[in-house]
C-alpha cells in the first residue's frame, strides 16, 4: 500500500488485511480443497435448511417429514411436536409429540 502524508512524500506501507466472510442463512458452505478456499452455495428452499451456514460439515438437508422448513428453521407440522437441533450433526430431530400422536 502506498500512503501520502500532508507534505507531499509518500511511503510503501506494508499491511495485512483480514476479510471475514459468512455465508447466510439458507446457504451452506461448501469447502474447495484444490483451491484452499470455500463458497457459499444455496440450499434449495422451502424443501432444505441448513442448521449453521457457516458450519463446513453442515450441509443443506432435506426438510424431514412432518416439518415445515425455511432456510434455518424447522417447525413441526403437529402443534406441540418438539424438534431439537443437533450441533454435532447439523440435523433437527423430532424428540416429542403432543398428547394423541406418537413418534414412529
Given amino acids: 500500500v502506498r500512503a501520502a502524508l500532508a507534505d507531499g512524500q509518500s511511503y510503501d506501507v506494508a499491511r495485512s488485511v483480514t476479510a471475514e466472510c459468512r455465508c447466510n442463512a439458507g446457504q451452506a458452505r461448501r469447502e474447495i480443497a484444490e483451491r484452499g478456499t470455500w463458497v457459499c452455495h444455496q440450499c434449495d428452499s422451502p424443501g432444505q435448511y441448513v442448521l449453521d451456514p457457516n458450519n463446513p460439515t453442515h450441509a443443506c438437508q432435506t426438510c424431514p417429514a412432518g416439518a415445515v422448513c425455511s432456510a434455518r428453521t424447522v417447525t413441526g407440522k403437529v402443534p406441540g411436536s418438539v ?18 400422536y406418537e413418534m414412529v
Fill in 83 to 100: 424438534w431439537e437441533a443437533d450441533s454435532q450433526t447439523g440435523r433437527y430431530t423430532l424428540t416429542s409429540c403432543p398428547a394423541g
